[in-house]
């Protein structure tokens, strides 16, 4: 029952982060290039409440500005604030029950790929 409160909050969240999106951030599509396969709800909104910390408007959405702000706080594994990051979104993704943590890993791993090509891209 408390996962399933916790995986409704996380829900919640989400759709509120994505409805309270600026309309322009969606329009400008800042990184196209951007064509990694994403993962699941619940793995997006843990990643979402974890950088939140780091990043106000902390985001899995290419078309952001946020965006590679946030993947920087997400793979760049000698920031200060990698490890505290992982620690707490893994936390959460392990009440992601039923989720395949093959999907996370997949896009975790294309998404940083990407970063590494693209981190000094501009919007």
Known sequence: ?????????????????VSAAPATAAATNCNPSYNVA??????TGCNVQAGQKYVTGWTMDS???????SLAVMCEKTSPNYRAFMTTAGTCMAACTGDDPELFNAEFQGACAW????????C
């Open 115 to 122: 970063y590494a090509q693209h981190k000094t891209d501009t």
């Open 1 to 17: 029952m408390r996962s399933a409160i916790a995986f409704s909050a996380v829900l919640a969240f989400v759709a509120s982060a």
């Open 63 to 69: 078309t952001s500005p946020l965006f590679i702000q």
């Open 38 to 43: 994403p993962s699941t709800t619940c793995f």
